[in-house]
């Protein structure tokens, strides 16, 4: 396993240090399954993960594929964050149907727990998060039971 460095951004998010790995260095990480400040990053048993993940945010200019060091075992956690204008927000993706009309798309929902672990300002995300609208059906309006902070522009299957 090589040590991979080079071409990272880096940011702060709810006082979080993320790092957005470039396409180059991502595939480096699968391909290599190489380290990260000495830490492991992409596995033979995750790096289909990672691919599947990838080939999403690289069909969203407005998602980023970034790690933060988990708290516990001094690990890297991957997480995706969806930008909204100066608005950044970590969300986990996952489809969802519409079962007035039966739209179904791919969102980015903030409200998960697990998003912000170890962030020092992960009460102010959540907040954040709750704070949302609750999301209605992009076709036909009609309410979901859930807050959503990104939608993909395009129909599953498109």
């Given amino acids: 396993m090589s040590q991979i460095t080079d071409d990272i951004a880096r940011e702060i998010l709810d006082g979080q240090e993320i790092l957005f790995p470039s396409v180059e ?6 391909a290599e399954q190489g380290l990260l400040d000495d830490m492991t990053v992409v596995t033979a048993e995750n790096s ?5 993940t990838l080939e ?13 060091r988990f708290p516990i075992g001094n690990s890297w956690t991957p997480v995706v964050v969806a930008r909204r204008g100066e608005w950044n927000q970590r969300v986990q993706i996952h489809n969802l149907r519409c079962e007035s009309c039966g739209w179904t798309g791919l969102v980015g929902n903030p409200c998960y727990w ?7 300002e992960k009460e102010e995300a959540l907040n954040r998060a709750f704070a949302l609208p609750l999301f209605e059906c992009p076709d036909c309006s009609a309410p979901f039971e859930v807050r959503i902070f990104w939608v993909s ?5 498109e």
């Fill in 153 to 157: 522009p395009h129909p599953e299957g």
């Fill in 48 to 52: 289909h993960w990672f691919s599947g």
């Fill in 114 to 120: 697990e998003l912000s672990i170890g962030a020092p």
């Fill in 56 to 68: 999403i945010v690289g069909a969203h200019e407005d998602l980023d594929l970034g790690l933060f």
């Fill in 25 to 30: 260095v991502w595939s480096r990480l699968i």
